[in-house]
């Protein structure tokens, strides 16, 4: 499997032993960033980067790693297409892909010990989407997405930046 991976510094350590044991695994790792955990960085742009890497088919699954997942987890969810999800354990990880059918799976680097953190990741695409009942809220998601964009793309056009003094 192709996979994007990305981090902040809070992330970097957790991202590389994730990164490394999707490697050791067969698959093919895209490493996005960060690249130092001594040097802050912010984390929409690493969250956004793995989003896009997923929604463009670029990637087939993200990993995202921040302090606690959930900074790059909101970041990811702002890329029309992404459903990213904060998991903790492989139960949160495996019913993320089961029934909310998630593409981009998040961790935190400062929460997780190693040991659970790879698992959950294993979990997460071990396991596949349920379908059934779980597909008409998926629906309901992107009607919602598709509907914000569109309310967006109106307001901007109705009102025109306006001069400020
Ligand atoms: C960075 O200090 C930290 O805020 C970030 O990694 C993450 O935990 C945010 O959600």
Not at 96 to 110: F, S
Request: aromatic share 4%; charged share 20%.
């Amino acid at each position: 499997m192709r996979i994007a991976v990305g981090s902040d510094h809070g992330g970097y350590q957790l991202k590389l032993l994730v990164a490394d044991h999707l490697a050791a695994a067969g698959h093919v790792v895209d490493d996005l960033g960060t690249d130092a955990a001594d040097v802050p960085v912010d984390y929409p742009d690493y969250g956004a980067a793995v989003g896009r890497a997923v929604t463009s088919g670029s990637a087939e699954v993200g990993v995202c790693v921040c302090g606690t997942g959930i900074g790059i987890a909101i970041a990811a969810n702002k890329i029309p297409g992404v459903r990213a999800a904060v998991v903790h354990d492989v139960t949160t990880a495996r019913l993320a892909r089961q029934h909310n059918h998630a593409n981009v799976v998040c961790l935190g680097g400062r929460l997780l010990g190693s040991q659970v953190a790879l698992d959950a990741v294993d979990a997460f695409l071990a396991a596949t989407f349920d379908g059934g009942r779980h597909q008409r809220r998926i629906d309901e998601i992107t009607a919602l997405e598709q509907a914000t964009a569109g309310l967006s793309a109106a307001a901007a056009s109705s009102h025109p930046t306006k001069e400020r003094r």
